[in-house]
């Protein structure tokens, strides 16, 4: 037989207290009425004292653990209050469940601390290794370069190419930053995005024919187009630049980065795709990370902070939409965004 409650309990307990005391009774010879009215009497009395004893013993061991769950002295009779109101097996189960959230929000916060400590780490690093640059030029110059034709121009140049990525660094860092305490910085408006990128893509033009790629938008033929988005226009166009000039970065000489819009119902799907190198299955869950980088070497020799992608992330998000990569090694990289349709395209 299973007991279930503490009721249950109590009942079972009387009852076998009752059984004893009422064999005895019959044993000695007591009339049967009398038997009864104590029977009955030790039955009820026993039922309570049991209840009581079982509910006080509960609330003992209970104390500590509401006191801990709660954060806060708990009075016994709160408790007692608790388990006349639900089963004990329940209370075991609520308890159970605040055990796996706190393991949960442990892990959370040990994997948060882990993070912090991460990407402290990599800020260290960045900064550290163009401010070496530029005190290793400086001194140099200082210690008799300067009067020498040959170096002094050549290290000023490239203490000043430092100082830029240095500059670039900390303003992505305080882009990402206003990003993650502000996302009510977003400025809704309607606007064509295809006319967008074909302006970003005439400004990148110079930057595509150092290494002969070839830009094309398609659904820009004609302008205005049918892909009118509502969105913040500052930071898409950022997020439009980021893209195209990573294609650009890590795209193949002679080779082509595709612009498309699809329109998705109540959304437009943004693609940019290049045919570029490529990432692999290891690196693809962790490009939109700070400072993460497929080619380490290749993109600071590029003038990269590692925080372009970390930015279009954010930005994306900002917008309540989410960005997807999907990429093959030798054949090239897509990344994919959706923003909203714009309803008023017509009042335009």
Not at 186 to 210: C, G, N, R, T
Request: glycine share 6%; with cysteine.
């Amino acid at each position: 037989m299973k007991v279930k409650t503490k009721e249950n309990a109590s009942l079972l307990m009387a009852a076998f207290a009752t059984a004893i005391v009422a064999v005895t009774m019959v044993l000695c010879g007591i009339a049967w009425w009398i038997v009864l009215v104590v029977a009955v009497a030790v039955f009820v009395a026993m039922s309570l004292f049991s209840l009581y004893m079982m509910t006080a013993y509960v609330a003992y061991k209970l104390k500590p653990i509401y006191s801990m769950v709660l954060s806060r002295k708990v009075r016994t009779n709160e408790i007692v209050d608790e388990i006349r109101e639900k089963h004990v097996e329940n209370i075991s189960e609520e308890l159970t469940a605040w055990a796996d959230d706190n393991d949960k929000e442990i892990n959370r916060l040990k994997q948060s601390e882990a993070f912090r400590k991460q990407y402290l780490g990599n800020v260290a690093h960045e900064l550290k290794t163009p401010i070496f640059n530029i005190q290793g030029y400086i001194s140099t110059l200082l210690d008799g370069g300067l009067e020498d034709e040959l170096i002094n121009r050549k290290y000023l140049e490239r203490a000043e190419k430092s100082i830029d990525r240095l500059i670039n660094i900390v303003n992505d860092l305080d882009t990402i930053s206003k990003l993650e305490n502000d996302m009510n910085r977003m400025k809704m408006e309607h606007f064509d995005i295809a006319a967008l990128a074909k302006e970003i893509v005439e400004q990148l033009e110079m930057e595509a024919s150092k290494r002969n790629i070839k830009i094309s938008i398609k659904g820009a033929e004609s302008l205005p187009s049918q892909f009118w988005v509502t969105a913040d226009k500052h930071f898409i166009g950022q997020v439009l630049v980021n893209l195209i000039i990573n294609s650009l970065k890590y795209g193949k000489e002679g080779g082509k980065t595709r612009i498309r819009f699809r329109d998705m119902l109540d959304k437009v799907l943004v693609e940019v795709e290049d045919t570029g190198v490529g990432i692999g299955k290891d690196d693809l869950p962790r490009i939109f990370e700070r400072f993460y980088r497929v080619d380490k070497g290749r993109s600071r020799e590029q003038g990269g902070t590692g925080l372009g992608l970390a930015i279009v992330k954010h930005i994306i998000e900002g917008h309540g939409e989410r960005i997807s990569v999907r990429s093959e090694l030798g054949v090239g990289t897509t990344f994919a965004f959706p923003l909203k349709k714009s309803v008023d395209k017509e009042n335009m």
